[in-house]
C-alpha cells in the first residue's frame, strides 16, 4: 500500500511562485509513475503534469513552461515547482501515484491519492 501527503499549497499573489512536495511511504517509490492532479470548485479533476519511474516528465499544456515536476527517489518525493500563478491555478492539488505505471492522464490512471493541498491565487 501507497501512503501520499501533499504539502507546500497556500495563498499566493498574482505572478507568484509555489514549490509542492508529495511525500509517498509504502514500497518501491523508484518505480512509481507519479503525477499531480488539480481540481477546482465545480470543475473536475484534471491532469496537471507527471513524472515516470524513468524520470521522463511529462506536462498540461497549462502547466507547460511554468510548472516544473522533479522526483527525488532518495527522499521518496516529488515536488511541483510553480512559477507565473494565476486565478485559473487556483484549486486543491493532488498527488498520485501508479505502480509500473505509463505517464498517464486520467485519474484512472493512477491507484493512489493523497488528500490534497489548496492552492490559492489571489488578485
Known amino acids: 500500500q501507497v501512503q501520499l501527503v501533499e504539502s507546500g499549497g497556500g495563498l499566493v499573489q498574482d505572478g507568484g511562485s509555489l514549490r509542492l512536495s508529495c511525500a509517498a511511504s509504502?514500497?518501491?517509490?523508484?518505480?512509481?509513475?507519479m503525477s499531480w492532479f488539480r481540481q477546482a470548485p465545480g470543475k473536475e479533476r484534471e491532469f496537471v503534469a507527471g513524472?515516470?519511474?524513468?524520470?521522463?516528465?511529462l506536462y498540461s499544456d497549462a502547466a507547460k513552461e511554468r510548472f516544473t515536476i522533479s522526483r527525488d527517489n532518495a527522499k521518496s518525493t516529488v515536488y511541483l515547482e510553480m512559477n507565473g500563478l494565476n486565478a485559473e491555478d487556483t484549486a486543491l492539488y493532488y498527488c498520485?501515484?501508479?505502480?509500473?505505471?505509463?505517464?498517464?492522464?486520467?485519474?484512472?490512471?493512477?491507484?493512489?491519492w493523497g488528500a490534497g493541498t489548496q492552492v490559492t491565487v489571489s488578485s
Open positions: 509504502g514500497p518501491n517509490f523508484s518505480t512509481n509513475t
Open positions: 498520485a501515484a501508479q505502480p509500473l505505471g505509463r505517464t498517464g492522464t486520467s485519474r484512472n490512471d493512477y491507484t493512489y
Open positions: 513524472i515516470h519511474w524513468s524520470s521522463v516528465p
